[in-house]
């Protein structure tokens, strides 16, 4: 069986913390491969059909330095074929302005090359003045955590969005049937 691979960055942890719930405890084991952007390549991007990418917003809606960096390196990845979901971390009360932008930026990066994205998540029970991840129609572009101001709704929030994307991402991965 393929697997799902899950890139993040972090600046904190708690990005990092989130993917390894995601693997632990919303797949199977052994379903769910997490690779942290420093050490991310192309060539390990392309080799899954299936994605998530987990962020969090540094400063004024900056990416952290490892997705910086990396960004030259998706013009290597052929995303045509492949299923994407975003996840994204932010302060909704101390950055409103620039709620989850390096969210919103990275999933622009990647839709732009043609991917199919999944994961979408409402806006709604989030207060904020801006966010570059808020697609205008009431959902962010993926699911957005605020482990800062609203902690105790990541782990239902978390479960909610998995039994969302769970079904597209394994059906991406899964083996073609061969005959």
């Known amino acids: 069986m393929k697997k799902i691979g899950l890139f993040f960055a972090t600046d904190t942890g708690n990005t990092r913390k989130i993917a390894k719930k995601i693997q632990r405890k919303h797949f199977e084991e052994g379903v769910v491969d997490i690779c942290n952007f420093e050490k991310a390549t192309a060539e390990l991007i392309d080799g899954y059909e299936a994605l998530i990418f987990g962020t969090p917003t540094l400063g004024v809606g ?14 290597k990845v052929d995303f045509s074929n492949k299923v994407v979901a975003f996840y994204g971390l932010g302060d909704q009360e101390g950055y409103s302005s620039e709620f989850v932008d390096a969210l919103g ?75």
Not at 62 to 75: A, G, H, I, R, T
Request: with cysteine; glycine share 6%; hydrophobic share 40%.
């Open 105 to 179: 930026m990275f999933h622009d990066e990647i839709e732009s090359r043609g991917a199919q994205i999944v994961g979408a998540w409402p806006t709604d029970g989030y207060e904020y003045e801006l966010s570059r991840a808020d697609l205008g129609d009431g959902n962010f572009c993926g699911l957005v955590l605020d482990l800062d101001n609203q902690a105790d709704l990541t782990d239902e929030r978390l479960t909610s969005w998995v039994s969302e994307i769970a079904p597209a991402l394994l059906e991406a991965a899964a083996e073609p049937v061969t005959s």
């Open 62 to 75: 900056e990416y952290p330095q490892s997705v910086e960096d990396f960004l030259p390196e998706l013009d």
